[in-house]
């Protein structure tokens, strides 16, 4: 299953990433209620820092995120269950098929490279750029001002140059955030 759907259907409450029972038992090819049962029987594997049912106030709140004006058609009749990152890596040793073993991997490549972007964040290519640029523009003129052949052109191609990168940063900065999906 591809990266960036599995990311997609990793929500943030409570302070936990989590996956919905019915986004699992989707990717397991299960029915939410059989996905569920099989959890029910194994409730000891699955404390609260692994599974928690969403309260009435998260679940109308998550259903509004997406518009849902009939749950029923959605086939939300329940809250839904939560499963964290440890409670999805506890489900492989309660769904023992090899389709829920690759699935389970999936998801996990999929916690772990959330986690990366967010202690990782991209860094900000274009101010790097501009600081290079501004050093290379010093180093330049103070090797030419010291001979006095800072040649006119080259002086006006670094200053557009600093104009471009300068244009750039401002519009990075007022482009318009974009809305994280899925998490």
Known sequence: ?????????????????????RDLA?????????????????????PDDFMFQLSEQEFQDWKSQFAISNSIKMGMRKRPYAFTE?????LSSVLNSDTAIEINMSIMRA????????LKPPVDRIGELQN?????????EEMFTDQNDINED???????ISQALAELQIEKQTEKPRRSIGF
Do not use: C, P
Not at 86 to 90: C, D, F, N, R, T
């Open 1 to 21: 299953m591809e990266l960036q759907v599995i990311q997609s259907k990793i929500y943030e409450i409570r302070g936990f990433k989590i996956m919905l029972d």
């Open 26 to 46: 989707g990717m397991y090819g299960v029915e939410t209620r059989r996905l569920n049962e099989q959890v029910k029987r194994n409730l000891k594997r699955f």
């Open 86 to 90: 440890l409670g999805v890596a506890m």
């Open 111 to 118: 916690f772990i490279a959330i986690r990366q972007f967010v």
């Open 132 to 140: 290079e640029m501004w050093e290379i523009k010093q180093y330049i």
């Open 154 to 160: 080259t002086r006006m191609q670094i200053e557009i």
